[in-house]
């Protein structure tokens, strides 16, 4: 059984930084994917960025792309979220994902979440 939680949320300023992490145990990742989705609320749950634990391969959302980056730490089994330029609409509920092996830029395809962590933008 795979647990994630994630860390780092909170309020920020438009233009501001924040850094989410993910924490994973349970099993071995070298085998996983694990993505960022978040969720404003009356919106459905959408796919930020995601990276393949063994390779490296990142893939972003159009939206957060050049101002939101990925990365792993294959030691601490952490991923993290370094989101820069913060805009009103980046807040949401932030969740991170694992899925064995691959997954898609569909929440429904992925099979381990953690709680969710709330990330507020101030204009």
């Known amino acids: 059984q795979v647990q994630l939680v994630e860390s780092g949320g909170g309020l920020a300023q438009a233009g501001g930084s924040l850094r989410l992490s993910c924490a994973a145990s349970?099993?071995?990742?070298?085998?996983?994917?694990t993505g960022w989705f978040r969720q404003a609320p009356g919106k459905e749950r959408e796919f930020v960025t995601a990276?393949?634990?063994?390779?490296?391969?990142?893939e972003y959302a159009d939206s957060v792309k050049g101002r939101f980056t990925i990365s792993r730490d294959n030691a601490k089994n952490t991923v993290y979220l370094q989101m820069n330029s913060l805009k009103p609409e980046d807040a949401a509920v932030y969740y991170c994902a694992a899925n064995l092996r691959s997954a898609t830029v569909l929440a429904s395809s992925w099979k381990y979440w953690g709680q969710g962590i709330q990330v507020t933008v101030s204009s």
């Open positions: 349970g099993e071995p990742f070298s085998s996983y994917v």
């Open positions: 990276i393949n634990w063994s390779t490296g391969t990142t």
